[in-house]
C-alpha cells in the first residue's frame, strides 16, 4: 500500500506519486465526509483503495477504522484494425479479422456488411469475442465493405475492409 493524501493535525499531505496533481478531497475536512476525487484518470489508477480513520485518544480496534473499495477504470477500444485472411476468389473460404489493441474490459465485436446488401451476422460465422467472420464458399454478390465494431462499457470504435471476390 502506498499512502495518497491525508489529513493530519489540520494539514491536508498529498504525496509524492502519479496522482499528486489529480487527487484531493471532494469536501473541507470537517463540515462533511472524507470522499476524495481523482481527476483525469488512467487505466492505472484501477486498484483498491483504503481510507483509515484514526481519531485522537480513540482507541484503534482492528479494521473497524479502514474502509476498502476497488476502482477499475474503464478504456474505450483503440480503433480496431481489419484483415482479410485467405483469397477472396469465387468458391473460396476467408476470414475477416478485427482486433483492437486497448479496451477494459476486452472489447466485442460486431462485423455487418454495409448497404446496399446489409447484413448482420451471427455465430458460428462470427466470433464476437475473437473478432472473426468466415464467409465461406464465396460468391461475386458477396463483395461489398464489411464494417468491423469494437465495443466495451466505455466506447466503440469501427474499421472496415472492402471485400472484392
Known sequence: PMQILSFIGGVVKVEETDLMSRVGFLYPILSHNISLFINATREQDSGQY???????????????????INLTVLVPPATPTCQLHGNAVVGANVTLSCSSKKGKPSPMYQWQREPPTLQVFFPPAQDRARGTLKLTNLSLE????????????????????????
Not at 458477396?142 to 472484392?164: D, H, P
Open 50 to 68: 483504503m481510507c483509515t480513520v484514526n481519531v485522537v485518544d480513540d482507541t484503534i480496534r482492528k479494521h473497524k477504522n479502514v474502509g476498502l
Open 142 to 165: 458477396m463483395s461489398g465493405v464489411y464494417v468491423c465494431r469494437a465495443e466495451n462499457q466505455a466506447g466503440s470504435k469501427n474499421c472496415s475492409i472492402v471485400l472484392e471476390v
